[in-house]
């Protein structure tokens, strides 16, 4: 498309008046069209193709013939003024003035046949005065003199005078442009010259490098280098050519190219020939700005509680001496007795604080457990009188050791009929762990939940045991521990369990946490109490992080939020190339193996869990379950209920959902029944294991399965004499019926699981309440019902396969 062709343009390189290409776009496009008006490509198409047309010859002959005859139309008119042309040769000019006034009155009676051609004769008999006088040339925009018109007519064609006009004012806007053009260039040639003048004084390259070398002769340069540089970044620190320290490489055996890398030794050498000195470049990493690694000075250290971990085999009783020590009933809320997650509390034993961890003892929970023995000082290894050492005591005396913490012994159920704690003694010796009666140094201690048995003895050996350690810390610096639990809470987001192991940590501090970052909006005690600051073995529950931390992790109080921030991006990108990295390349080594994964069934799974070390511990008990037959891979876990695109995931990737303590919300449920996706939902991790397990082994066949009969939404409760507290429900789906097995979920997370002790409607005890309809249930044993709660009823149903 040609840039701003206006319609004046096309009417002059078509030998056309500006009215005809005006009229003849009017026809085709409605908006109105002025001489100035540039024309795009479809309105020069409909120009072009319309006087193509009119002007359309049928051969190339009658073309070049009309072509030779379009110079001749001067002579024409000359056949009519030849006779006053031929009288005075000596007086053209005057000829020239009386054709001006004869030639209307010859044109009088032949105006009817519309012969332009005889205004011509004006120009022509112009020409000889131009070439008389120059000053002429001037006047050739007053062109349109040359047309005759009829003044005893009406018809008089004023567009065709308007073309002066035109002319005219293209020629002052044409003029502007050509002064400013002008002025601009001439506003630039002293600029130019300057510039022209600066560029002579400048040195070339080569100069300026054999100026450099000449200085670096009078006087050694020093340059910083770090352990590892590139060879085009050393040749830059010592203002040299790349090539020149490649050959003083060459020269030493070294063959590197302008990217490649050189240690800090072969540096010192290169340098040494180019007169330079080199210093070891110290690197100060955002960690290190930002968090404070240095040592205490024993002036500013005090005394700190002590930080117990209570380990040993599943069942054996760990739970409940803590209950005893804790006078809390924490088992019960327990499903099926067994403690999921890590809980820390913190005791007064007499006049002295101790800080207790409960651990999971279930082997799938191994990770945690480590997690555990990692930020203790004490480890009190609970083992059963009548079981004896079993498994998952050995990992925990593994790890307690690994830990190199202070191991403390107490044989449990001393209570039952079976119990032989010389048994135990005896088994320990075989791990290393000698009791203090035969001679070693590990206190054995027998106890019994039941009934209080040595449970004072225990921990006045904890108090003991704590101060020969000297357990000290400095509470008056920026906080330093370990995240021993987060979750994610509906309302109140990422909720982390910390402990700080030295300084004091307040409300308000910056906080980096692994690849966490975040402000300490609230904190809470293990009693539920709002606190503003945790010093040293002190564990509390904070809020306002960016994201759910992992279990572990260590947490450092920080002073500058934006370095903070930079290193959390830092920790981010290294976990991705880590994880790009493990990703196993096909090699000739390899290839053999890699074709053998290509025949191995996968079984894919999506975890779901209430909090992160749950995730964790499901992930890696599954992915245990592996054989050469079936690989287990988790492709994703997280914290939080079942949503709908865990199950669209599911569904595209062909997983299984395992879910823990958790639930699915109705969405994701309904989703998951009409694409068929398998959610299998659990809250003993032994269930999950099993039963994966027997899938596995394609001998899944179990006796019972859950089936779902309705769900209803908590709308009030009421407190009632005799009765207890009433749910006041609203059926949501399916039905409610008595006696049904009820689980109550709160923000997708399972509460409790109990039984419908009573029906009713208004007054009347119904047998089931359907859909839609608001209904009166107590439950059996469960009375922490809150606004909100959803109920979900469901029976047990026995089937064989």
């Not at 959902?657 to 919300?665: C, E, M, S, Y």
């Not at 009713?760 to 107590?778: L, M, N, P, Q, S």
Request: net charge negative; aromatic share 4%; hydrophobic share 35%.
């Amino acid at each position: 498309m040609m840039i701003k062709y206006r319609v004046r343009e096309v009417a002059k390189d078509l030998g056309l008046t500006n009215k005809e290409v005006i009229d003849t776009l009017a026809k085709y496009f409605p908006e109105p069209k002025k001489y100035m008006t540039a024309l795009e490509e479809p309105e020069l198409d409909i120009v072009f193709e319309t006087f193509t047309q009119e002007r359309n010859l049928e051969s190339l002959e009658e073309y070049f013939a009309q072509r030779d005859k379009k110079p001749e139309p001067a002579p024409e008119p000359k056949l009519e003024t030849e006779a006053p042309a031929k009288k005075p040769e000596g007086q053209k000019p005057a000829p020239a003035k009386e054709g001006g006034k004869r030639q209307p009155q010859q044109a009088k009676p032949r105006q009817k046949g519309k012969e332009t051609p005889k205004a011509q004769p004006a120009p022509a008999a112009k020409r000889p005065q131009e070439e008389q006088k120059p000053q002429q040339p001037v006047r050739e925009p007053k062109a349109p003199t040359r047309r005759v018109v009829d003044t005893r007519s009406s018809n008089v064609n004023i567009d065709k005078y308007n073309e002066k006009y035109d002319r005219l004012a293209d020629q002052k806007v044409s003029a502007r442009q050509d002064n400013a053009v002008t002025k601009q260039k001439f506003t630039n040639r002293n600029q130019q010259r300057r510039g022209q003048q600066r560029r002579g004084k400048r040195e070339t390259e080569a100069e300026r490098l054999r100026r450099i070398a000449m200085e670096r002769k009078a006087k050694h340069i020093t340059i910083e280098v770090p352990e590892e540089i590139t060879v085009g970044e050393f040749a830059l620190r010592l203002k040299v050519a790349a090539p020149e320290v490649i050959k003083k490489l060459m020269g030493l055996g070294v063959f590197a190219a302008i990217n490649d890398t050189i240690d800090f030794d072969t540096a010192v050498l290169i340098a040494d020939e180019f007169h330079a000195k080199v210093e070891k470049e110290v690197v100060v990493t955002i960690e290190e700005r930002i968090i404070d690694d240095s040592e205490d000075d024993e002036a500013n250290l005090v005394a700190r509680a002590p930080v117990v971990v209570v380990m040993g085999h599943v069942d054996h009783g760990k739970t409940s001496i803590l209950d005893v020590i804790r006078h809390s009933n924490v088992t019960e809320g327990e499903a099926g007795g067994i403690t999921q997650h890590i809980g820390a509390y913190r005791v007064k034993v007499g006049d002295r604080d101790v800080t207790f961890l409960d651990t999971p003892g279930h082997a799938a929970f191994t990770t945690m457990r480590a997690r555990g023995a990692q930020v203790t000082d004490i480890a009190v290894l609970v083992v059963a009188a009548d079981d004896g050492i079993m498994p998952q005591t050995v990992e925990a005396i593994n790890h307690a050791k690994a830990a190199g913490v202070s191991i403390l012994v107490a044989i449990n159920k001393m209570d039952k009929d079976g119990a032989n704690p010389d048994r135990v003694k005896e088994q320990l010796t075989e791990y290393e762990l000698v009791p203090e009666e035969w001679g070693g140094d590990t206190p054995c201690l027998p106890v019994s939940a039941h009934t209080k048995q040595g449970i004072n003895d225990l921990l006045e050996m904890i108090i003991l045991t704590a101060d020969m350690m000297e357990l000290k810390a400095n509470p008056d610096r920026a906080a330093k521990g370990t995240v021993i639990e987060a979750r994610l809470d509906k309302g109140m987001g990422p909720i982390a369990t910390v402990l700080v192991q030295n300084g004091t940590l307040k409300a308000g501090d910056t906080i980096v946490a692994g690849a966490t970052v975040g402000r300490v909006r609230s904190m809470m005690d293990d009693k539920g109490r709002r606190v503003t600051e945790a010093g040293p073995s002190v564990p509390v529950e904070i809020t306002g992080l960016g994201d759910v931390p992992v279990g572990g992790d260590t947490f450092d109080a920080v002073s500058d939020e934006r370095l903070a921030r930079e290193l959390v991006e830092q920790r981010l990108n290294d976990q991705k190339e880590e994880v790009f990295r493990a990703q196993t390349k096909v090699t000739l080594d390899n290839l053999f193996e890699q074709m053998r994964e290509g025949e191995m069934k996968e079984l894919k799974i999506i975890v779901k869990a209430d909090v992160q070390g749950s995730v964790e511990a499901v992930r890696q008990s599954l992915e245990k379950l592996s054989n050469d037959e079936v690989r287990v891979h988790i492709i994703h876990g997280a914290v939080g209920a079942v949503s709908e695109s865990d199950v669209m995931l599911a569904n595209a990737s062909n997983a299984i959902i395992v879910g823990f303590n958790v639930r699915p919300d109705p969405v994701a449920e309904e989703s998951a029944k009409r694409d068929g996706v398998d959610m299998r939902l659990y809250r003993i991790i032994y269930d999950c294991i099993e039963e994966i397990e027997s899938a596995m082994k394609g001998m899944l066949a179990p006796k019972y399965r859950e089936v779902a009969l309705g769900r209803a939404e908590c709308r009030e409760t009421y407190k009632i004499s005799n009765v207890g507290l009433v749910i006041g429900g609203h059926v949501t789906g399916g039905k409610i019926t008595r006696n049904a097995q009820v689980r109550v979920v709160r923000d997708g997370i399972i509460v409790a699981d109990d039984k419908v002790a009573s029906l009713r409607r208004f007054k009347d005890d119904v047998k089931e309440v359907a859909d839609g309809y608001d209904c009166g249930i107590t439950l059996e044993r469960f009375a922490d019902i809150k606004q909100g709660d959803v109920l979900e009823a469901y029976e047990m149903e026995e089937y064989r396969d």
